[in-house]
Every structure is written in C-alpha cells, then in structure tokens.
C-alpha cells in the first residue's frame, strides 16, 4: 500500500530528469508508475475482499496512524489508477506537441500520487497535506498554457478550491478539539453518540463542495475547460472531483456521524447543483465547458447516492464514481480530439465530424449513452440504484428534481452528439487523431460497455464495500 | 429445456454481433441476418410448445437478479415478436439491398430482437427495465440510419421514449420498494395507498408510451418520413406495441390488481379515448402514405389502452386481442407502403393514384389489412374492436362513443388512403410501376392470410393466445372464470354493436362520397372536415407543431434552463466580480491608511492604546 502511493508521488520528481535524457523513456515511465498504483491496488482486492483492513501506522507529533486500506479505499484507488492510467496514454498522443512536456508529466503522476495518498489516508493532517498537493499540481496544469487568461481561470480555481481547504481545516481543527485525535479511527470511536457540531461540519463541508464543484463553489470548474484536454479529464471526470465526494464519504459516511438536519440538507444541495448545471448545459455552446457543466450535475447523483442514507444508494453512488469516471473521461478525450484537429470548440460551429471521424463519433455516442444511463452500459446501473435508493428515503421531492435532471441530461447529452457529428459539415472535415488517441477513447467506451454486461464484479465490490462501511459486517 | 430461454436472448444477439462483423459483404451479411431470423423463430416455437417453467440467477444482492419466466403470455409475445422479425427481415432483403447502412440495419434489427426477447421473458422489473431500455439504443440507431437528416427524428424518438423510460425506472424503483420484492410474479400492490398509486402511474406512462401514447407519441410520424421503412412496420408497428401492451397487462393484472370502480381505471380510459381521437384526427388529413398509417399507430394503441383500461374481462381481452390484431395489420399496412416506396419511388399520395391495377398483390393486401384496420367483418379488427365496445360501453357510454367516433374516422381516412393511391388517375409518369419481387409479397401475403384467419376463425387466437395469458396472470385467473361464463368467441353476441359498427362504416362511405364529390378527387375526400370552421385553425396550429409535445418540452427545458443558467452566472459574478471587488476595496483602503505620513501612524497607534485600556479596564 506504500508503494501504491510512494511510487508515483516520489517517482514523478524522476521524470523531468529523465525527460532530458530520452522523452520516449519519460512517457513510459509515467505510464508505468500509475500502472505500477493500480496493480498495487488490483492486488490489495484479495486482502480487503476477505475482510482484512490494513493500515499503516508510525508515530508522529500528529498521531500514529498513517495509511489505511479498507474496501471503499481500494474501489476509489483502483477507479482512479484505472482511468489514470488511460489519461496517461492519450497524453503521448495528445501532448506531444506542446512544450514543458516534462513539467507535465511530472504533475500528472504527482497529482494521482497524490490522489492515491488521499485515498489511503487514516488521519486528517494527512488528508489535508495530500489534498493540498492535488490543489497545487491541478493550478499549474490547469494554467498549462501560459496564457495570461488562461493563468487567471487556473488562480481562480486553485483560490476556490484553497478557500475551501482553508475552511476544511479549520473544521479538522475543531473535530480534533472535539474528538481529540487526528486519526480517523480513533475519531470514529470517540464520536461515537456524539455526532459532529454544525459549525464543524459546515466547515469540512465547504471544503468538499470546492473540490468536487457543487453550488455554491462550482464556478471554477467551467472555467478550468482551458487546460489541455486530458487534464481537464483528469480533473473534472475521472478524479480530481471525485476527491471531494470520496472525503464526503470517508469522513461523514464512515467515521463522523453528522447531525440528522444534514441528511436533508446535502441532498437538497446536491439535487439544486444537479438541476442548476444541467440546465446550465443545455444553453452553453462550449464543448469542454458544457460536458464540465454536465459533470457538476452527475456529482449531483454521486452526492445524492452517498448522502441520503441505505445500503442501495450508497452502493449506487460509489458505482456511479466509477462509471461517471470512465464515461465521463471518454468524453473530455473525444471532446480533445476534436478540439485539436479542428481547433474548434464551439459547438454550434461544428457538424458532420462522424464523417471523418467514425470511431470517435462512436465512442462519444456510447460514453453518452452510459452518462445517459441507457442498458447495457455500466451508467444504467448506477444511475438506477440511485435514483432506487433515494427513492426508499423520504424526500420523494429531491428525488423527483433528479428525475427532471435525467431528463435534461437526455436533452443536453444529445444535443451536443447532434451538433457536433450530425447534420452539415461546417468546418473543414478533419480527419481521425492519433491513434494513441482514437485507441485511448475506444478503451473508456468498451469499458463502458464491459461495466454494464459484467456489472456482476463491480456491483459485488460496490455492495461489499458499502456494507463494510455501515458496520453490517467486518 | 431450461436453456431455452438464454438462447432466445442469446442467439439473436450473437447473430447481430456477426451481421454486424459482415456488414460490409452486403449478401453476407443479409443471409446471415436471415438465418439469425430463422433461427429465432425455431427458439420461439419451441419456447411456445415448452411447459411454463422459470429460471433464477442471483445476481446482485440489491434486487437485480436474472429472473425469467416462461408462461403462456411471454412465449405468446415471443413468438408474435418472432413472426414478424422473420416477415420483416425477408421483405428487407430486396428492400434494404444497395441501400447504406443495410449491415447496421441488420444488425440493429436482430439486436432488437434479442432486447424484445429479454423483455417479454424477464420476470424481474430491473432486468425487464434493462432489456427494454437497451431497446432506446437501437430505436435511435434504426431511425439515424434512414434517410440524410433523419438524425433529427432519431434524437427526437430517443429523447420523448428516453423521457418515459427514467419515469418507468422511477416507478419500478417505487415499486419494488413497496412490494419488497423485484420479481413481477410475486408483487402484489393495491391501488389504494398513495405511495403504490405513485409507482402505478409512473409505470403506466413508461408502458403506455413504449406503446405509442399520447403524449409520448409524436416522434412516430416523423420517423414514418425519415427512418428505414422496415423499421416502421418493425418498431412502432408490431414489437413495441406488442411490448407496451404487454407490459399493461402485466402491471395491470399482474403487479396492481385494477378494479372498474377505481379512478386508476378511468384515468388509463380516458388517455385511451383522447388517444383514439387526436391521432385519428390527425391522420385524417395526412397526405402521405406513411404519415398517415403512422397516425394510426398511434390511434391503435388508444383502442388497447381503453379495452385494459376498462378492467372487465371483455375490454381485457379485446385489448389484448386488439394489440395482436394491431401488430399484424399495421405491419402489413406499413409494408404495402414499402412496396409502393420501392416501385413507385414515392409516398406522396399527390403524386400517387391508379396503380391498383399495375401492383394487385400489393393491393390486394392493401385492401385486407384496410379493412381489418376499420373494423369491417369479418376480418380480425372487427372482432377485437367488438370486444372493446363491449367492455367500453359497460363502462359508461362516453368511452362508447368516442372509440365509435375513432372508427368512423379510421375508416374515413382509410377509404381516403385507398382511393387516392390505388385508384383515380394514373400519372404519366407512374405507367412503369411494376409489382414488387416475391421476397417482399410473401410477407405481405402471409400476414394478410393471417388478418382473415384471426378474424374468420378468432376462437383459435382467443382460446390458443389470449385467455391461457390471462390464466397465467395473478390477477387475471379471476377474469378467466367470469369469460367462461360469458361468450367472447364467434360472432359477437351484441347485435346492438354490431349494428352501431355497420352504421358507422355506412356513414364513413357515404362521408367519403360527398368528399370526394365536394373536392373533385380521392385525396380531398377528408377536405371538408379539414377546413371546417374551428378544425381548420386547430389543424393549422398542430402542422406548425404548437401542439407537438417535444416542441413543448423543449421550450419548458430551455425556459428552466434560462433561469438556471442565470443562477450560474450570479454564483459566476459573487466569485469573479464580488468577491473580487471586495478584496480590491478591502486592499484600497487599507493602503490609503498607510500613506507613509509619522504623524497619522502616531494618531494610530494612540487610538490603539486607547482601545486596549479600555479593554483593560472593562476586564477588570
């Protein structure tokens, strides 16, 4: 489990001396490294599935337990590695070009260190300083193209997401006055009859909505559409806003009983965000702004799954994590290829691009099909687990707000399928990109596929793991 | 034997895989799609002929298990299906020969059938709910493949079923929560609590817009211009109804046990009579061939919804029956319309008229599947119809009346169809029609055979089909007593109703006399309804699309949209602009105090002594 987070974080320092040397080396390497997390965490299954929790502990001025490992941390490890793992490869497609090569793959492997170290934190300090390296690494490949705008949208959201952070710790600091101990397991038992203060989770809360963009604190996220592709597929789809509902889920499902007005008010939050950025998507014309606006909206659900309590929607929730991620991925790539070959993003100026670009326009299709959530693809699944698990809670009202949103996902998915593929060319008709490229999409949307047909595995995992986090068994 | 039922899902979708593998080798891959057909059928009529049985995977632990069950009701609709995937996919090879896309027309078109086949056998909801929403997926890609610019009718098909769908998945979630179980033979839910009513209701508009429902419905004739014409007589003709319909009846009989006396009851009559009407009126005053037939099928599924909406064992049994009827008819209608498409080279019934004489198969099986369409005796429609007058005039008289209404108008409209396109004058350049190859009349020809004997000898479909689905139903074995008890097969038992038919299809003669005296021609026969006073404005607005319900839709999503983005925005302007502006205003003023003067930091720095005795002397 150390290496699954020391090999990325501390083997990205390695790649832009490499890089001088041999970029082919580089590229390799990266690649290597976040394979190197996922096979950690592919062969950390066995251990959790058989009921194991491992953890790491060495003291320190600020507690003694480090890392830990149980079922949800290995699920979000392996999603993250996994879609990772595929954003890396497109990158030698799609990086290629530009310059501070080096700088970028040393940030990418750095922020899914990061993210690895996230997800196996056990205590809060910890937490928090990984979480930050993710804020860091994600400014500057946000402002990757160093552009004076573009710099300006990368601030914006490193200060939202920082002011977010800033308040989290602030409510760390009083869950350590309250429970008097910075290790979550110790926290847990501490706490236990005693939820939480308002105002403390209020704090933590801020923290989480900055990251993972949901009203008030979602603005940044449009913005960051300005990072070259695959790391705004990286940030908005695959993990990066993930981080904020996985600590929703670490800290308040698992380990920090909140007071009982909570279970209404984060559902009420998350179905306003869904509804307010879904309609937000239908009017917008960029591409990457419009499928970011889409992802606040799928958070929406994610939050929705985790926060309204039962085994069925937390399960939905966590399997949305993974089929969101994968689906969503698959966009943000297509959505950079078109953006490179046509170097165009508005999508009432594109058409006809299944013409040339058929493997696209399919796998586009398909990752929309499962955000969608039509059968057989792994989003149908998701979505109705949620949708079915909020829907034993009692606030039928939230849930039929999300039912509106899934109509207008239908709406805003196809219309920018239509706009783009469909009907008269108006650009020159730009042929396929790279195949590292047009391979990387046809991966996520067959993994799409594979995420329906074989829900079997994934449903088990996800069931387990929620099981194992409302205590039902060990 | 128990593996039968994976082959039925099974078999189609890997002989779709393979026609899809061949899609480029055009007799190839036709062939295969063929036997992929042939194969089916083989299943379905030995499914037919299997003992009822059920098998059960678990699967997850949240309710989704592979259930399947196998009874008289689900092999009937695997069956039906199967006929007519057969009839379809041997029209299709001449048809679909030469043309683009006809690989992914296969391939989709055995995809379907494999969704279909998953649907009709699934016994639990979330799988039925799998199987039938993965249809969305072929729905879309059958319709994007027609013509150039059919993309529009596809997002439209996909957006208005897709809509009703998330309404199903939302019901059947309600459902399974209240009956605590997913599988359909063990739910058992009364309609009296508000929580089960819920889930009813969403159920009802996923099946009844799967079916071709108002307001789901408007999507249907667009594709009936923009898709493939198999898919036509294919999707919204036969496999959809058969699986809207059935799912009615399961919700109806299987999962809620509706009552006559119940508002539940009255709510599905009354979609069913404004159904009838609206899309009868609309066909009325098509001037298409295939617009016009697929106002009907829409018009159709009003006459099925009202007889299962009726709740006694008459209508039940006349929807059930109509929904088969239906499918043949509609089937055959839309491929005579094929067929005219292919030699004609047109639809337009402007351009159409006297090619009776140059096509007679065609218009033999015209005139056949018209007839049963109207009701007239002794073809197939005629019968159902009776039986849903029945259960409708037991109801109450209104329901009577407009399902009369409705058939005066069908019948008009089809004397209209008929004579404008079969009869009248021959067109110069029509004198080269010649009649369509064999491979697209034997289907023709075998679906009208079966249009006579369901109607002439409509104990069979009844005692075969219809009633041993009912047995098998939880709640339907009650009916079964109650039609022992009454006569349903034969001659109808209400000459009242027979003779209030036979008027009604006299008056819509001689309706179509005086129009097309009036106009002057077989295609203005319906002119005098069309710009009577009143109608005419109506119509007008409902050709600009003022009455469509995704035009509707679209408007309302745009206008919430309008409000939300605003609120994006004022969150976009308190981040960007306020917060901001406060800090600058914050700094600004802060700097101002600190112009670098001694004097004004010593006037501070006193002020600030001051404070603190304060606070000094207040603490103590």
């Not at chain 1, 990457?288 to 929705?304: P, V």
């Not at chain 2, 259930?67 to 679909?96: E, K």
């Amino acid at each position: 489990m150390l290496l699954v987070v020391a090999v990325p974080v501390l083997g990205a320092i390695l790649l832009p001396l490499v890089g001088r040397f041999c970029t082919c080396t580089r590229n390799t390497l990266a690649l290597l490294m976040v394979l190197a997390s996922l096979a950690g965490s592919l062969m950390l299954i066995g251990p959790v599935m058989s009921g194991q929790v491992i953890h790491l502990d060495f003291p320190t001025g600020f507690g003694h337990m480090m890392l830990l490992a149980d079922r949800l941390a290995v699920f979000m490890a392996l999603v993250s590695s996994l879609v990772g793992g595929i954003i890396v490869f497109y990158s030698w497609g799609y990086i290629s070009h530009y310059e501070n090569q080096n700088e970028y793959y040393f940030l990418v492997v750095l922020f899914l260190g990061a993210m690895m170290g996230l997800v196996f934190a056990a205590n809060l300090l910890v937490l928090y300083i990984f979480w930050e390296i993710t804020a860091i690494a994600s400014w500057r490949l946000i402002g990757f193209f160093r552009s004076p705008a573009i710099v300006l949208r990368a601030d914006k959201s490193f200060l939202v997401t920082f002011f977010g952070a800033t308040m989290m710790l602030l409510g760390f600091i009083m869950v350590r006055e309250q429970a008097g101990s910075w290790d979550l397991p110790t926290i847990k038992a501490a706490l236990v009859g005693h939820p939480l203060t308002n105002m403390a989770v209020a704090f933590i809360l801020l923290g989480i909505l900055s990251k993972s963009a949901t009203l008030p604190l979602q603005t940044w996220l449009p913005d960051a559409g300005v990072a070259p592709s695959p790391v705004t597929a990286l940030l908005h789809a695959a993990v990066l806003v993930k981080i904020g509902v996985y600590a929703y889920a670490r800290l308040f499902v698992v380990n920090m009983p909140m007071p009982e007005i909570w279970h209404t008010i984060v559902p009420a939050i998350a179905a306003t965000s869904a509804l307010v950025a879904a309609g937000a998507a239908l009017l917008e014309t960029d591409l990457k702004r419009l499928i970011a606006f889409s992802t606040i909206s799928q958070i929406g659900f994610i939050f929705l799954g985790l926060s309204v309590g039962g085994e069925l929607a937390l399960a939905g929730g966590l399997l949305y994590i993974l089929m969101h991620g994968v689906a969503k991925g698959g966009l943000f790539l297509c959505a950079g290829i078109i953006e490179q070959n046509t170097h165009c993003k508005d999508i009432t100026k594109l058409g006809g691009l299944i013409k040339t670009m058929p493997v696209t326009a399919i796998a586009f299709l398909i990752c929309t099909f499962s955000v969608i959530g039509i059968p057989p693809l792994g989003g149908f699944f998701s979505k109705y687990m949620v949708i079915a698990g909020a829907a034993q809670g009692p606030h039928l009202w939230i849930v039929l707000t999300f039912v509106g949103t899934a109509f207008l996902t239908i709406i805003y998915l196809m219309r920018v399928f239509v706009l783009v593929f469909m009907g008269e060319p108006k650009t020159k008709l730009e042929p396929e990109g790279s195949p590292v490229m047009v391979w990387s999409v046809a991966l996520l949307a067959l993994l799409s596929i594979a995420g329906g047909l074989l829900i079997y595995y994934p449903s088990l995992f996800a069931t387990e793991a929620t099981r194992q986090i409302l205590g039902l068994i060990p | 034997m128990t593996k039968l039922m994976y082959f039925a899902i099974l078999l189609p979708a890997v002989i779709s895989l393979l026609a899809l593998g061949t899609r480029k080798l055009g007799k190839v891959c036709a062939a295969t799609a063929l036997l992929g057909a042939v194969v089916n059928l083989v299943v379905a009529l030995k499914l037919f002929l299997a003992p009822a049985h059920a098998v059960h995977i678990p699967w997850t632990s949240w309710g989704l298990d592979f259930t399947l069950r196998l009874y008289p009701f689900s092999a009937f609709i695997v069956l039906a299906a199967a006929g007519f995937a057969l009839a379809i996919t041997l029209y299709s090879l001449p048809f679909m020969a030469k043309r683009e896309h006809s690989g992914l027309f296969y391939f989709q078109l055995l995809l379907s059938v494999a969704f279909a086949n998953g649907a009709a056998l699934a016994d639990n909801l979330i799988l039925l709910l799998f199987f039938w929403e993965g249809l969305l997926i072929t729905l879309y890609g059958l319709i994007a493949i027609g013509r150039p610019g059919a993309w529009k009718s596809a997002m439209k098909a996909l957006v208005l079923v897709g809509v009703s769908d998330v309404c199903m998945m939302f019901g059947i979630a309600l459902a399974g929560h209240y009956a605590g179980t997913m599988t359909i033979s063990k739910m058992h839910l009364v309609l009296t609590q508000t929580g089960p009513t819920l889930a009813f209701l969403f159920l009802i508009v996923g099946a009844t817009a799967k079916a071709g429902a108002l307001p789901f419905h408007s999507w249907i004739p667009d594709a009936a211009v923009d898709a493939p014409l198999p898919f036509m007589a294919l999707m919204p003709a036969a496999f959809e109804k058969l699986l809207g319909i059935y799912f009615l009846a399961r919700i109806t009989l299987d999962i809620f046990a509706l009552t006559p006396g119940s508002w539940c009851s009255t709510l599905l009559m009354t979609l069913g009579a404004i159904t009838i009407l609206v899309a009868v009126m609309m066909a009325l005053i098509q001037k298409d061939y295939k617009r016009l037939l697929a106002y009907h099928a829409i018009s159709q599924v009003g006459y099925m919804i009202l007889g299962i909406g009726t709740a006694v064992p008459a209508g039940i049994v006349g929807g059930l029956f109509h929904m088969i009827n239906h499918a043949m008819y509609k089937s055959g209608l839309f491929l005579t319309g094929g067929s005219v498409e292919r030699q004609a080279g047109t639809t337009d019934l402007n351009k159409l008229g006297g090619i009776a004489r140059l096509m007679p198969v065609t218009f033999i099986c015209f005139f056949v599947t018209a007839c049963s369409i109207s009701g007239v005796p002794p073809f197939n429609g005629f019968f159902s119809k009776e039986l849903i007058y029945d259960g409708a005039l037991e109801r109450g008289g209104i329901f009577y009346a407009a399902a009369l209404l409705g058939s005066f108008l069908t019948a008009a409209s089809f004397l209209k169809l008929g004579h404008s396109a079969y009869f009248g004058k021959l067109s110069e350049a029509n004198k080269g029609i010649k009649e369509a190859p064999w491979a697209m009349l034997l289907p023709m020809l075998t679906i009208a055979g079966f249009c006579i004997f369901f109607g002439v000898f409509n104990a069979v479909p009844l005692h075969k089909l219809i009633i041993p689905a009912l047995t098998g139903s939880s709640f339907g074995a009650a009916h079964v007593e109650e039609i022992a008890k009454t006569h349903l097969v034969g001659w109808p038992v209400s000459t009242l109703l027979v003779v209030g038919t036979l008027v009604v299809l006299a008056l819509a003669l001689l309706n179509h006399f005086i129009g097309v005296k009036r106009s002057g021609s077989g295609i203005g026969a319906a002119d005098h309804i069309h710009y009577a006073p009143g109608l005419h404005q109506a119509y007008d607005a409902a050709e600009k699309g003022w009455f469509d319900p995704y035009e509707i839709g679209l408007k309302l999503a745009r206008a919430l949209a309008a409000v939300t983005w605003g609120v994006d925005r004022f969150i976009n302007w308190v981040s960007d602009s306020l917060a901001v502006g406060l800090t600058a205003m914050f700094s600004y003023i802060v700097r101002a105090l600190h112009n670098g003067s001694l004097s004004v930091y010593i006037w501070w720095a006193l002020a600030g002594l001051v404070l603190v005795i304060v606070f000094l002397v207040k603490v103590n």
